[in-house]
């Protein structure tokens, strides 16, 4: 369990560096082309319902893998599916940064592009891999003590 907490936790650093090394690209390189509002609301949309999709994607992958986790021994199946479920989460956590990155070469201003990465930054900093262990609620036996 550790080693795949460990690499959940690395994995999760780099993505963080990418998503902040976007927003330096982003600030750094001027825009080339005329912001279109139409492309800039769709794309907005489409990371609204990204962040949905985290969200439920989460609800059914990861926390039913925790509470088995929390409840057996170490499980190779219950593992690798509770290290799915992060890596998908970063993976689509990093896909809204990315939108940012496009719309910024498709003419959006930095200004108009920040929300993206502070979207995706956000939800791979507060969407971290949690212990199983320490989600358990202490028995009526520890609280006595």
Same mark, same amino acid.
């Given at each position: 369990? /550790?080693?795949?907490?460990?690499? @959940?936790? +690395?994995?999760?650093?780099?993505? $963080?560096?990418?998503?902040? $090394? ?8 001027? +825009? ?5 509002? @139409? ?11 990204? !962040?949905?999709?985290?969200? !439920? ?13 929390t409840t057996q021994s170490p499980d190779p199946k219950a593992l690798l ?23 910024? *070469?498709?003419?959006?201003? *930095?200004?108009? !592009? ?6 995706? &930054? $956000?939800?791979? &900093?507060?969407?971290?891999? !949690?212990?199983? /262990?320490?989600?358990? *609620? ?8």
């Amino acid at each position: 369990m /550790k080693e795949s907490r460990r690499f @959940i936790q +690395t994995i999760r650093f780099v993505l $963080a560096c990418s998503v902040v $090394a976007y927003a330096l690209i982003c600030r750094r390189l001027p +825009t080339s082309g005329n912001s279109n509002p @139409i492309v800039l609301r769709a794309i907005t949309a489409m990371a609204v319902v990204l !962040v949905i999709v985290i969200f !439920v994607m989460r609800r059914i992958q990861v926390l039913p893998v925790e509470a088995i986790l929390t409840t057996q021994s170490p499980d190779p199946k219950a593992l690798l599916r509770w290290r799915k479920g992060y890596l998908t989460t970063y993976a689509l956590s990093v896909a809204i940064a990315l939108y940012g990155l496009a719309l910024h *070469f498709l003419g959006s201003s *930095f200004m108009q !592009v920040v929300p993206f990465f502070v979207a995706g &930054l $956000a939800l791979i &900093l507060f969407l971290g891999p !949690v212990s199983p /262990k320490s989600r358990e *609620f202490p028995s009526a036996t520890d609280a006595r003590q």
